[in-house]
């Protein structure tokens, strides 16, 4: 090959080279395909919170973990704080319910979610996802959020009553709601029971005597018992049950039944309940298990076949409903992520396990609920409610 030919090539590529660099640098970047959708990783917002925000964990270790959840989808349930809906975009911030941190949340919604972002209530618990976007100490950003569910929303609200510490049983029209032991009838300020419209939600009545113990329910009457105690002196007491049926409607009483008077040896009894209770037992304890024997039974016998008696009911901790494939049960051992107070309410799916969402009833909880005909009932220290399930 002649020198000049050689030298054409060399200039040749040279120039094709060239030509192949400028193009590089001033042609745009590939934009990645959008339709491909962003992994989805399966952990709760309560998780993953604990787990970002371990103490233990230094600045790189917490880098390199949030390096490895970066650009993921995820589907959270968490407490609305607040709402900002601008032209574009809206934000809202979420506390997480179930970390005593209170881990905030900070969701961008694009402008196809404003009418779902106008439903939210300061409050509620909303089922959403986003793409996990960036952390500051204490709050997680995620962007490209959508709304799943919306938060329960009330047939009725009525927080005119008072429901410290009270329990619900639903008859056919009435709900009614009242202290199920002598301690909580006697603690409380307004320990009265009361009973309410089960459609509107409307004040029916408040019982006349406080200390008194919601017993059962039926068609026709609400029964409550009082109880009247003596000291024995020597470690016992003489308890003095009375029973009594209410017309539901007007809370007018229908007949009273004064019970024999039951004496109790105290030391005796807590012995007795250790081993049923697997506790010390209380005073409390004694005074229910043995007159609710002597109460029911006298109450058995003058009702009606439809009797409900909320002393069978389970604690608040382990109750659940059953309606249409899923479960409702309240959060008791989770809420607040240190195991006390009830103040979350779980839907789950029957079937595969999954929550299907979750709805808290202010700071302080449930006290209990019922669901009966569809229609999910509540009682919290804020007031009672109905919500259509």
């Not at 309410?345 to 569809?374: C, H, P, Y």
Request: proline share 4%; charged share 20%; hydrophobic share 40%.
């Amino acid at each position: 090959m002649s020198k000049k030919k050689l030298a054409g090539i060399i200039v040749a590529c040279t120039i094709a080279i060239s030509a192949a660099i400028v193009v590089a640098i001033h042609s745009p970047l590939t934009k990645p395909d959008e339709t491909v959708k962003p992994e989805y990783v399966a952990v709760s917002a309560y998780g993953f919170a604990a787990e970002l925000f371990d103490p233990q964990l230094t600045a790189l270790q917490r880098e390199s973990l949030w390096g490895t959840y970066e650009g993921k989808q995820v589907r959270w349930i968490n407490e609305l704080e607040a709402v900002a809906a601008g032209e574009e975009q809206g934000v809202a911030w979420f506390r997480n319910p179930l970390d005593w941190k209170r881990t905030r949340v900070e969701a961008t919604f694009d402008e196809s979610q404003r009418a779902d972002l106008a439903e939210l209530r300061e409050g509620g618990l909303v089922i959403y996802t986003g793409i996990l976007a960036g952390f500051e100490e204490a709050e997680i950003r995620l962007r490209d959020c959508t709304i799943v569910s919306l938060a329960l929303a009330p047939l009725w609200w009525n927080n005119e009553i008072d429901t410290s510490n009270k329990r619900i049983l639903v008859g056919d029209e009435v709900l009614c709601l009242g202290p199920s032991t002598y301690k909580d009838a006697t603690e409380y300020d307004l320990p009265k029971t009361t009973a309410m419209n089960r459609q509107t939600g409307e004040l029916l009545w408040e019982g006349k005597e406080a200390k008194t113990i919601l017993m059962g329910i039926d068609s026709h009457y609400i029964y409550t018992c009082w109880l009247t105690m003596n000291s024995l002196g020597i470690g016992g007491v003489l308890v003095h049950p009375t029973v009594e049926a209410v017309d539901k409607v007007s809370g007018q009483i229908v007949w009273t039944s004064s019970l024999p008077v039951i004496p109790l040896s105290l030391p005796w009894c807590r012995e007795y309940l250790r081993e049923i209770l697997g506790r010390e037992a209380t005073l409390d304890d004694c005074l229910g298990f043995w007159t609710v024997v002597f109460v029911i039974d006298e109450i058995t016998n003058k009702a009606e076949s439809s009797l409900i008696l909320l002393p069978y009911r389970l604690p608040l901790s382990e109750l659940a409903f059953s309606y249409e494939g899923v479960i409702y049960r309240s959060a008791c051992a989770i809420y607040g992520g240190v195991g006390r107070g009830c103040a979350a309410l779980q839907a789950i799916d029957q079937e595969t396990g999954r929550v299907l969402w979750m709805t808290t009833f202010q700071e302080k909880g449930m006290n209990d609920f019922s669901v009966v005909d569809g229609i999910l009932y509540v009682s919290t220290d804020r007031g009672v409610g109905a919500f259509k399930l």
